[in-house]
């Protein structure tokens, strides 16, 4: 087990070294081939202090990279097991009710509302802000002191739902799709032949049989969750990995782009060296 611990390990690290590479071309490509920018990635000079508009208050590096990552991880606590929860009952639910096409009813709601133009959700989130907070949007001159901080809570959440939506849609699908897939065997007609019922062929066999498929799903949503921050924690404000990442494209911040790009591909690995282990187990 710590071997193989160990392997998943070095792999999810080679992982990384492979991105942060690539990272770092792409950035010489799009501001140096591109924008003609005269600042390489390999230049002293262009990994200077954290930008004033990055951060007001003065910071390093390490500092905002903490709190944007404290951010997004709230934001990540409310979706990840939101999805698979929806995911994992719904679809195995619809695939339960398969005759009835129920797996693309329950996802149709998610799917919808992940399509809803971001404009008209924003401007409800703001109107509600002001009448249940007193304060629209994302304002943070509300410091708390003690006791859970709601607010950022709040927040958090509001960039939580169109990040959980889509992603939920497609986990409620993918673990339908995996359960029909498996009650479609010739298997299933032997039990039958043996007196089995559905409900005993469906939740006794098919579900256990189809464990390490379903396992696999797990971390499947991530990625979509993950990039999906850096365009809803801009769009509404928040300030997370996904915002501090287009912040610093714009700014041609090589330092932010390096570092939020490492930091949200390091939570997709994690993700994945989590299913990795999950799924040696079984």
């Known amino acids: 087990m710590i071997r193989h611990l160990l392997q998943r390990?070095?792999?999810?690290?080679?992982?990384?070294?492979?991105?942060?590479?690539?990272?770092?071309?792409?950035?010489?490509?799009?501001?140096?081939?591109?924008?003609?920018?005269e600042q390489h990635v390999w230049s002293r000079g262009a990994y200077g202090a954290v930008?004033?508009?990055?951060?007001?208050?003065?910071?390093?590096?390490?500092?905002l990279i903490r709190v944007r990552a404290v951010a997004t991880a709230r934001v990540?606590?409310?979706?990840i097991p939101s999805v698979l929860l929806i995911g994992y009952s719904w679809g195995i639910l619809g695939a339960r009710l398969r005759r009835?096409?129920?797996?693309?009813?329950?996802?149709?709601?998610?799917?919808?509302?992940?399509?809803?133009p971001g404009f008209w959700f924003a401007v409800l989130v703001a109107v509600y802000s002001y009448f249940h907070w007193q304060r629209p949007g994302f304002a943070n001159d509300l410091v708390v002191e003690r006791g859970p901080d709601l607010l950022a809570w709040w927040h958090a959440s509001v960039v939580a739902l169109p990040a959980m939506a889509g992603a939920a849609a497609w986990q409620i699908r993918a673990v339908a799709a995996v359960l029909e897939r498996e009650t479609t065997r010739s298997w299933v007609r032997g039990y039958f032949v043996a007196g089995a019922n559905d409900e005993e062929i469906f939740y006794g066999r098919a579900i256990p049989r189809a464990a390490s498929s379903l396992a696999s799903l797990l971390d499947r949503p991530v990625a979509a969750i993950v990039g999906s921050l850096v365009v809803i924690e801009s769009a509404f404000r928040y300030p997370g990995l996904g915002s501090l990442f287009v912040e610093s494209v714009r700014l041609g911040s090589y330092p932010g782009i390096l570092l939020a790009a490492l930091c949200l591909a390091g939570m997709v690995l994690v993700a994945t060296l989590l299913r990795e282990l999950i799924s040696s187990r079984e």
């Open 100 to 116: 009835y096409r129920l797996a693309r009813l329950l996802a149709a709601p998610f799917a919808v509302f992940a399509c809803v």
């Open 51 to 63: 930008p004033q508009e990055l951060a007001p208050d003065p910071f390093t590096w390490e500092g």
């Open 9 to 37: 390990l070095l792999v999810a690290l080679a992982r990384l070294l492979v991105l942060g590479l690539a990272t770092l071309a792409l950035i010489e490509f799009s501001f140096v081939v591109i924008g003609d920018s």
């Open 76 to 79: 990540l606590i409310l979706v």
